[in-house]
């Protein structure tokens, strides 16, 4: 079955280490110029360069500057062949499909993260819009070719001040969701064939906008193993360039890991250091089980922290309301926004900044949060009473996703397919790695009460789980 697009890279350096191990490349020998490798494979620049950089990470070929690349001395019968994600391994699944059969009205979704409609202030935000409508209809005729709209800035810069975050208006640029804004991020910041570092696990949008973009995601376990992590970047930075590291310090998706305040100095200090650009996603943040929680971000003293966030997860996910303060690369971020997607829509921009002004997203937080903790611990007891023996299941610490861990014996992809049949869905854990890791795993939404219906389908999904053992 041919690769995806988005990974073509993946594939063709595949192929050039299944010729180097067979000799068909000797060791010291010069493959041919990106530019030759384009022509004959009939792939972009981008993609060549991306697989040679590939085979660069696994030791297999090395680049001398102004010569070219050279195989390596040992690697015919030594290096493995990049791993292909877990999106090309089983070609029928990838987070878009989940999405769409999320929307089926007989699927019972523990799949894509949303929280139910009645859990967002759906009546108070449409007051707010038909008030902002009313005092600034002209609104409904301009185009925006700014930042967005100052008072919903002003607001969020308020807010961050949450976060511990010194932010101002103009440090602010208001985006469709926090999807693009990881890729104005990586755009403003790395180049195609660069190493984008990532926690271990990842959000699968991190992955798949980081492979759309023909960089390489390496995992590093920044969570579970903190000075591991810093190592190994301190080590790769050595080797290759690095275009930034992307992550979630406070309630990551998907296990709901947060680092503590000290690990986020060092990290910050440690790429500041390297002059790695930090991307930090603050998405659910707001969602942390103790309120408040310190950003990266505000350890940052030479704008080498570009903070991400979005309003999607947390207050409306139709408004599609994310955000960035870029930091040094924020004029970048400016003109890449402008250019590619000009601006979001300054009448709801208004309406919000009116909602935050007034106090009502505090407000909000407090009682979503609240039942958030609810249902992640009513769901996490169910399972570890139905999963059966081997289950490992830890209490995020914040948000409304569980991270679970199956008995030895079973297949996530085995799982994800016997409910679908069933008409439930679940998110298998290699979704949230590029080398198809966490095969044992799945993500489990608890952003909807525990129904009938719903504890019915987790019972079954027990069942299942039993079963495959």
């Not at 690769?3 to 299944?18: E, G, K, Q, T």
């Not at 790769?236 to 296990?255: E, H, Q, W, Y």
Request: with cysteine; glycine share 8%.
């Amino acid at each position: 079955m041919p690769a995806s697009p988005n990974f073509l890279h993946v594939s063709l350096a595949s192929r050039l280490m299944d010729e180097i191990e067979r000799g068909l490349w000797a060791a010291g020998q010069r493959l041919p110029s990106v530019r030759e490798m384009s022509r004959r494979c009939a792939v972009s620049v981008t993609t060549v360069l991306a697989a040679y950089r590939a085979l660069e990470d696994r030791q297999a070929i090395e680049s001398r500057p102004q010569k070219g690349f050279y195989v390596c001395a040992g690697a015919a019968g030594g290096a493995a062949p990049p791993p292909a994600p877990a999106t090309i391994v089983d070609a029928e699944f990838s987070h878009t499909a989940l999405n769409r059969i999320d929307d089926a009205a007989h699927v019972v979704s523990f799949g894509t993260a949303l929280c139910e409609k009645d859990l967002f202030p759906v009546g108070a935000l449409s007051r707010s819009i038909a008030s902002a409508a009313r005092r600034h209809g002209e609104l409904l005729t301009q185009v925006s070719f700014s930042s967005g709209s100052k008072h919903l800035r002003d607001s969020l810069a308020f807010h961050a001040r949450s976060w511990n975050c010194s932010l101002a208006a103009d440090d602010i640029l208001v985006t469709n969701g926090c999807i693009e804004a990881f890729g104005l991020c990586l755009q403003a910041v790395a180049q195609a064939g660069d190493v984008i570092v990532v926690e271990s696990p990842a959000y699968y949008g991190f992955l798949s906008t980081i492979a759309q973009l023909g960089m390489l995601a390496i995992p590093l376990p920044f969570h579970s193993d903190p000075a591991r992590a810093i190592a190994e970047v301190e080590r790769l930075a050595g080797r290759r360039r690095i275009g930034a590291c992307l992550m979630s310090t406070n309630v990551s998706n998907p296990d709901g890991a947060s680092m503590d305040d000290e690990v986020k100095l060092e990290l910050v200090e440690a790429l500041e250091r390297l002059q790695i650009p930090l991307i930090e996603d603050a998405t659910f943040s707001d969602l942390h089980f103790q309120a408040t929680q310190r950003a990266a971000k505000s350890y940052d003293r030479k704008g080498n922290v570009l903070l991400c966030s979005s309003l999607t997860k947390t207050l409306a996910p139709g408004l599609r309301v994310g955000w960035v303060s870029g930091g040094q690369h924020h004029e970048r971020l400016v003109s890449l926004k402008q250019t590619m997607s000009v601006g979001q829509p300054l009448l709801i921009q208004e309406a919000i900044g009116d909602y935050l002004a007034a106090g009502g997203y505090q407000h909000h937080l407090r009682q979503l949060r609240n039942q958030c903790r609810l249902q992640v611990a009513e769901t996490l007891a169910q399972v570890e009473s139905l999963f059966g023996p081997g289950t490992e299941v830890n209490m995020p610490s914040g948000g409304y996703l569980l991270w679970i861990r199956l008995p030895r014996e079973v297949s996530a992809m085995a799982l994800y397919r016997r409910a679908l049949d069933d008409g439930i869905t679940i998110a298998p854990g290699t979704l949230f790695s590029p080398t198809g890791e966490f095969s044992d795993h799945v993500r489990l939404n608890c952003g909807f009460r525990m129904t009938g219906s719903r504890c019915d389908a987790l019972a079954r999904l027990g069942q299942m789980v039993r079963e495959l053992q």
